[in-house]
């Protein structure tokens, strides 16, 4: 696996170091370990890996009767699933621009539209399971330069002409009444949008497919599958199910659990990492006055600020991204700097928790759907969407199972390139690429 793939063993060992200290896994009381797989099991589907996309994929199908085992390398949403923004997000990270470019404007509006859709599923799943995940709705986008105010604002007319979304604009002193900071000179607030705990909402997910009937098997990396004319067999170390179909969702490690999995679509998504900070529980008077409306937070820099307080009023603050594998230096401190420039009157205040994950970008930003062989579906390239979209992803891959694959056929047109540069030299190549935004971020 190294030499295949030289970034796979770094980025293993330093994602189960940066998932270690996060608020989420400090915040929860996990249920026991389900089971690893040992010997052979038969199902009508194998799905991998047990992150948002896998679970309600596999929640899904299960809920359309069929038999549902799936295979989760590590812990059920141990990986980005659990460590996440938590920001419910709708559209997507490639921007409705390459959608109206590569689709059209109708299938661009149809793609929105299944993003909204995506918001009302989380919301439906989790009033239809009692999942308790501190739901919260609103979401406001916000500016730190004029050229980035500028931007905002033509995205935030297109967004309400174009795809009937309007928000709550705001600019130069009257930000203030949406969000107490310095730092930014433009703001704009929608409600469609929104944040809950990923890890509250990842482990509803996982209880309500077990209550659905889906075997759940933890620490078992599915290793190969292989795919004949009667079905496909999952092989992990311990054991084997062999499935009508697989439904493979293991985003960026993938790669190293299990290279051979589908070999054919790992190089068209690489994994960033991106790190999370969290304050001790504040003044909730405080928190009023910072966000009055509670809303998540995200800057249109393109190496993003994000953040939002949580039900027991911490500053969650994530931002930076790493393009190859290494957790900056000095990374609690300098977040904490970060985050006393968004917020000055947090200039005291000290860091609880630090943590990190990779976030799975496909070279458009656009997510990436399909099929592999007949039997064979896979779900990846949320591109730092995939709260929400996830979501989506289990249902559209549900219904083509069921013969309905008009959304998967849609997602699956998209074009999607592999990142240059091969497996040796893919993360250099994007680092460097990376580069040029970063600069010209700061130039403002
Ligand atoms: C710090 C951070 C902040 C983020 N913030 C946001 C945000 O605010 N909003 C947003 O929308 N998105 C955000 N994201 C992205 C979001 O978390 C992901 O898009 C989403 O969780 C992807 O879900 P997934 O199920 O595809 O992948 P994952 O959650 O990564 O799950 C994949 C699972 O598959 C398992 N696996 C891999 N290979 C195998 C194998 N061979 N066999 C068995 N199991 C395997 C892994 O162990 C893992 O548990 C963030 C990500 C990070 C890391």
């Known amino acids: 696996m190294g030499a295949r793939w030289p970034w796979a063993t770094a980025l293993l060992q330093s994602d189960t170091q940066l998932g270690r200290d996060s608020y989420y896994e400090a915040s929860v009381q996990r249920p026991p370990a389900w089971p690893a797989l040992q010997g052979t099991q038969r199902a009508d589907a194998v799905v991998v890996g047990g992150g948002f996309a896998g679970l309600t994929a596999a929640l899904e199908l299960a809920e359309r009767g069929m038999r549902v085992c799936l295979l989760e390398a590590d812990r059920l949403c141990a990986a980005a699933s659990g460590r996440n923004g938590g920001q419910a997000i709708v559209g997507y990270a490639s921007g409705q621009g390459l959608l109206e470019r590569q689709l059209g404007l109708a299938q661009a509006r149809q793609w929105w ?23 919260v709705h609103g979401y406001l986008f916000v500016a730190d330069s004029p050229r980035k105010a500028r931007q905002l604002h033509a995205d935030m007319v297109l967004q309400a002409d174009r795809y ?77 199910v062999s499935a009508d179909l697989a439904v493979v969702a293991g985003n960026c490690t993938l790669a190293e659990h299990g290279p051979e999995v589908v070999p054919q679509v790992h190089a068209r998504i690489m ?158 190549v994007l680092a460097l690429g990376m580069l040029w935004h970063r600069l010209r971020d700061r130039l403002g």
């Open 113 to 135: 539209d299944w993003s909204l859709q995506a918001i009302d599923l989380l919301d439906q799943r989790i009033a239809r399971h009692a999942i308790a995940c501190d739901r």
């Open 164 to 240: 009937g979304l309007p928000c709550d604009w705001a600019e130069g002193a009257d930000v203030a009444r949406l969000i107490d900071s310095p730092r930014y000179l433009a703001a704009a607030h929608e409600q469609r949008s929104g944040h809950l705990h990923p890890l509250k909402y990842g482990l509803g997910l996982a209880q309500a497919a077990a209550q659905a009937g889906v075997v759940l098997h933890e620490h078992s990396p599915v290793r190969r599958l292989t795919q004949g004319p009667g079905g496909v067999v999952a092989h992990t170390d311990s054991g084997q």
């Open 271 to 428: 994994p960033v990492g991106t790190y999370m900070v969290a304050t001790p529980p504040l003044d909730p008077a405080l928190c009023r006055r910072l966000i009055p409306s509670g809303a998540a937070v995200c800057d249109n820099n393109f190496v993003l600020d994000y953040f939002r307080f949580s039900a027991d009023h911490r500053l969650l603050f994530g931002g930076r991204v790493s393009y190859t594998t290494r957790t900056p230096s000095h990374l609690a401190e300098r977040m904490r700097q970060r985050m006393v420039q968004v917020f000055p009157a947090l200039a005291g205040t000290p860091v609880e928790h630090v943590w990190g994950g990779f976030v799975d970008i496909s070279m458009n930003r656009a997510p990436d759907f399909g099929r592999v062989g007949q039997r064979v579906y896979y779900l990846q390239g949320f591109s730092g969407h995939g709260v929400a979209l996830t979501g989506l992803a289990g249902r559209v891959v549900a219904e083509a199972v069921a013969g309905q694959s008009g959304r998967l056929d849609a997602f699956a047109a998209l074009q999607h390139r592999a990142f240059p540069g091969g497996p040796r030299w893919r993360t250099p």
